[in-house]
């Protein structure tokens, strides 16, 4: 019996040091962004709800579907972190125009603040861990 060749391209040390290089660096933004939302009095939840809202492509809304594939979560869990952004004066909720059974989430003028602050620092904060990313590991291997 002949045993079937492995089909899985070989990596070398620089793969897998450009691999644990870039996970680092996704790290440490993360918790980077995790910590400038808490020093504003959002969780990182309610951050990350807001960019889903406002980073909706050619519409200054998003439904509670849109929030969930955004923030990978399910409905039901979308629609408590909503009330409470509510709650909270971050967002507010319309009826669709075009689809009544639809609920519109929009930010409030709090809401854009808070999320402008944090999306600058996280950009610059983006910018400056440019030396740490080694986009070659990405490169299709021949």
Not at 60 to 81: E, P, S
Not at 92 to 121: A, F, H, Q
Request: proline share 4%; hydrophobic share 40%.
């Amino acid at each position: 019996m002949q045993r079937k060749s492995n089909t899985v391209p070989e990596l070398s040390k620089s793969d897998f040091e450009s691999l644990a290089s870039f996970r680092r660096a996704l790290r440490q933004f993360l918790r980077f962004s995790e910590e400038g939302s808490r020093a504003v009095g959002l969780t990182p939840q309610q951050h990350q709800l807001l960019l889903g809202i406002k980073g909706q492509p050619g519409q200054d809304f998003a439904n509670l579907r849109q929030i969930a594939d955004f923030l990978q979560l399910k409905h039901q869990t979308v629609v408590g972190l909503v009330d409470r952004c509510e709650a909270a004066g971050l967002v507010s909720r319309k009826p669709s125009l075009i689809d009544r059974r639809r609920v519109e989430v929009y930010l409030t003028p709090r809401g854009e603040e808070l999320l402008s602050m944090l999306s600058i620092r996280n950009m610059d904060e983006l910018r400056a861990m440019r030396k740490f990313l080694k986009p070659s590991f990405l490169d299709a291997k021949s």
